[in-house]
Every structure is written in C-alpha cells, then in structure tokens.
C-alpha cells in the first residue's frame, strides 16, 4: 500500500479525504499544520505528499521546499481555495506534480495519484537502470540524483533529472514543447509551459561550466539540447 503525507488543517474536510484515500487503497500520514506535517516528513517513509497551500504554522509552499530539501525525489500535490494564476505558476516553479483548486472530486485527486505514481515509478527505474551518464564534461548519477563536473556537485530534484534524461535521450534533436511536456509533466497546459521554462532556466546553468553543452531554443516550435 502506497504511504500518503496529507497536511490539512480544515478538520472536516481532512477527515472526508483521509478516509476516502484509505478506502481507495492507500495509507494516510495525516497532519494539521506545516510544521507537524515537516516533522512527520523527517521521521517517516512516503510515497506522494499532499500539502494544502493555505496552513498555520507553515504553509504548503514553504513546506514543499523544505521536504525537497530533505528529499529531491518525493512527488507532492498542492490543494488550495485560491484559484490565483501566481499561486499555481509559484507551486510548479517548486517542482509540484499537480496543483488542484477546491473543490474538487476524491475521484479526480485519486486519479491523480495514481497517475502521479505509475510515472515516478516507471521514471525512477529508467534512472537506477542507467546509473551513470557521461554529458560532455558532466557526470549525471541518475542513482543519487546528483549532476558533477569537476569540483562542481548539484542534487537534483527527481523533475530536474526527469527532465535532464529525457533531453539527453533525445540530444541534438528538435523537440516540440508540447513534446517535452506530455514526457515529463504529461500535461502541456499554460501552467505546465511555465514551470517547464523555469526548469530550462535551471539546466542552463547547471551546465555552463561546459561550452559544449546548449539548450536552444526556437520560437515557437521548441527546443534542442546540443552536446558537442
């Protein structure tokens, strides 16, 4: 049974979606704030988390950051009452799997999850299978997550390696946007396009110590990761 860390602090509506989650066959961690939510994160094993924006204590963004931190390739969910463009563009740039606006239908957040974790776990085996990836001057440890070169060490989050291995599997060819994101997001809506800019931003200069190495762009059509 998949493991579930849901932070709500509404009491009601918490214990409607603890119990409806567990129906659906998961078992369910449950906090009422951030700041209980951090500590159960810390001494415990999850599968997925599911974080309420709007908490005391802590809210769900900050949290987020906090649980990546700890652990780079746990995927999350955000739940909020706040329907506002900023929040959802600021809880992709986090890394998060999917954002939902309540309310919302159970089936629809177990679908979701379930989708959510077929596709880390397919990923997470295409990483621990190629263990070690010569990009130019780098070296990606698909295992620890973790892109060196030289005296330079970065860990990556479990979307940044998503990412960096799907560009490299396809290096030196034009992809289409709507291409990279229905591989890695599997959704190519606006909010998806933004967070996987952001994620570009990223690898760019996590890769600038190599001149070898390009992510192009092209208006329009999408983009080419270049490796001399």
Sequence with gaps: MKHILLAEDDLDFGNILKQYLEISGYTITWAKDGKEALELFKNGAYNICV??????????????????DLNPEI?????TARKLKED?????????DDYIVKP???????????????????????????????????????????????????QLTQK??????????????????????????????????????????????????DSSITIESIRNVGLEFKVC
């Design 51 to 68: 974080f309420d924006v709007m908490m005391p204590k802590m809210d769900g963004f900050t949290l987020a950051e906090k649980v990546v």
């Design 75 to 79: 995927p999350f969910i955000f739940l």
């Design 88 to 96: 959802k563009i600021k809880g992709l740039k986090l890394g998060a």
């Design 104 to 154: 919302f239908e159970a089936d629809e957040l177990v679908l979701r999850l379930n989708n959510i974790l077929k596709r880390t776990e397919k990923i997470a085996t295409q990483l621990q299978q190629s263990e070690t990836i010569k990009i130019g001057s780098y070296n990606f440890d698909t295992t620890r997550l973790e892109l060196t070169c030289k005296d330079y060490k970065k």
């Design 160 to 209: 940044e390696s998503e990412l960096i291995l799907f560009l490299f599997n396809h290096k030196n060819q034009l992809l289409k946007r709507e291409d990279i994101l229905k591989a890695v997001w599997e959704n190519d809506d606006f909010f998806s396009g933004r967070s996987m800019d952001v994620f570009i931003s990223r690898l760019r200069k996590y890769f600038k110590l």
